[in-house]
């Protein structure tokens, strides 16, 4: 960076627009140390006080305001000061927040809490905007009552991992650019790609989703391309494709992983020429569609193997979104829960259920090996089976115990019967601890996993080793080889309750 944007980013006014003193604070000593001059307001009043008097050269604005929402203002900073970029950040964690600040023209889009690192890196970034004569103007013409319909959003929580994804989402709002989204089965794939559609420039064209592993190996071209009628045994009528249905829109290749080779060759040379020819075909049809593809495969290894081609990976893979599995969001565990919960209710025509606390803790300890869509199946199973409003811990159980997949939860230590060598554990953590290595591709896991790990076995042991002594803490620690104090402490920190291990209730087993 030369002298002089360095000097003139020292010299740059901040205005700070936040109702809580805390963070005017915290964000005014970050960016007096970073050499800026400071301007903080709490309401949207004073903030386009500031703006209509000429005043600062970057924005940093919070969404919720006594007097008003800073989303509904930026559109009027925009056009009385186009020039001045605005960084928003809340404590609203959702899609839409993050897709609405990016409509709306931000330069940046952080949720709470924030990294002052990131923050100030931001600031620094946009202000060399400044001088950049060709940075555009935001100004996508955005569905108003789409985006305002909370209800209608495909993608709930609000942990850091889903957070980056919204942020991806929001920044290809405006482009047409090929996506790529990884990740397990069941996290939810198909709903990044949609939101990717419903939110983007093609929002009023069709989407159409196409599962690779779904389709006969020999019927695969067809179903993409279309066929004459006549271009084989059983062809009795023209059929449209996958492409053409999707013209102007958004075509989803679910399971790409799964495509046969030559298909493979087929669909490159439509990415590349941008048309294509039904099977028995001869005129040219145009490719008129934005591609997102999924796969729960490591394509890379997949290239290795001679089973994808390279060529295709790097076609489809130009904007990488990975989907965290469930295990590493559980923040979001009683949010999507409680959205389950409802939505099924709903859907039966049956009374709302909530959830006890005991009952969400049973959750957060379970390894959720089928991800979102495993805990969407047991809220469905818990609404329809049971009758009580609450449903609490036991019910939570035998419910995850009827419906475990063949892998059973690194959690669930109840799956190891006493027949069950120690070997037998080691294996069980083992496999966990390869799986979750192998959930990120060739990405090594976030730094911290020792702690990480320690902390998501360590609680299910002590909830069971509990239960087994009916809750008696002395022979707790004894079979743990704790002190009794020990033990307490770390109940605390994970927030165990003596009688909740007891195992004793009226009506319960």
């Not at 959702?94 to 990294?115: I, M």
Request: aromatic share 6%; charged share 25%.
């Amino acid at each position: 960076m030369s002298d002089a944007i360095k000097s003139e980013q020292r010299s740059a006014t901040v205005i700070i627009a936040d109702d809580d003193r805390t963070i005017r604070a915290v964000l005014h000593q970050a960016l007096a140390r970073n050499g800026y001059e400071v301007r903080a307001v709490s309401t949207v009043a004073a903030l386009w006080h500031l703006v209509e008097a000429g005043e600062g050269d970057l924005l940093i604005t919070d969404v919720m305001f006594p007097d008003g929402d800073g989303l509904d203002v930026l559109p009027r900073i925009r056009q009385a000061r186009p020039n001045m970029p605005v960084i928003v950040m809340s404590a609203r964690n959702t899609l839409l927040t993050a897709v609405k600040a990016t409509e709306r023209g931000a330069f940046e889009y952080f949720p709470k809490p924030f990294d002052l690192v990131d923050v100030t890196g931001a600031v620094g970034r946009a202000l060399a905007t400044l001088n950049d004569t060709n940075a555009t103007d935001s100004g996508n013409d955005t569905d108003q009552q789409q985006l305002d319909a909370e209800g209608a959003l495909p993608l709930i929580g609000r942990s850091p991992a889903m957070q980056n994804v919204y942020r991806v989402i929001a920044r290809l709002t405006a482009t047409d650019l090929t996506a790529m989204i990884v990740g397990e089965s069941g996290t939810g794939k198909e709903l990044v790609a949609r939101a990717l559609h419903d939110f983007g420039k093609r929002k009023h064209g069709p989407f159409v989703a196409i599962n690779m592993a779904a389709i006969p190996r020999e019927l695969i071209e067809s179903e993409l391309f279309g066929h004459e009628k006549g271009a084989f045994t059983g062809a009795s009528q023209r059929k449209s494709g996958r492409f053409e249905q999707a013209r102007g829109g958004t075509l989803f290749l679910d399971e790409i992983g799964d495509m046969p080779i030559e298909a493979q060759t087929r669909l490159l040379r439509v990415l590349q020429e941008g048309e294509f020819t039904s099977v028995g075909g001869r005129e040219a049809i145009s490719a008129d569609v934005r591609i997102v593809a999924a796969t729960h495969r490591n394509l890379r290894q997949l290239v290795n193997q001679g089973l994808f081609r390279e060529d295709l990976f790097y076609r489809l893979n130009v904007v990488p979104i990975r989907l965290p599995p469930l295990r590493e969001r559980r923040d979001d565990i009683a949010l999507l829960m409680r959205h389950f919960l409802s939505t099924a209710a709903s859907e039966a025509d049956l009374p709302q259920k909530t959830m006890t606390t005991d009952a969400l803790n049973r959750l957060n300890d379970y390894r959720w090996p089928g991800n979102v869509r495993e805990l969407e199946n047991l809220a469905r199973r818990l609404v329809a089976l049971h009758a009580d409003d609450s449903i609490d811990e036991w019910a939570v159980t035998a419910e995850l115990s009827e419906g475990a997949e063949t892998t059973a939860p690194i959690a669930d230590l109840n799956a190891l019967t006493p027949a069950t060598s120690e070997g037998g554990l080691s294996f069980a953590v083992e496999k966990h601890l390869c799986d979750y290595f192998a959930a990120h591709g060739d990405d090594l896991p976030p730094a911290g996993l020792y702690g990480r790990i320690l902390k998501e076995i360590e609680r299910p042991l002590l909830s069971v080793t509990l239960a087994a002594t009916r809750g008696n803490q002395i022979k707790a620690a004894g079979l743990l080889g704790l002190n009794r104090n020990t033990l307490r402490k770390k109940m605390k920190d994970h927030e165990i309750e003596a009688d909740r291990s007891m195992g004793q209730s009226s009506g319960r087993p």
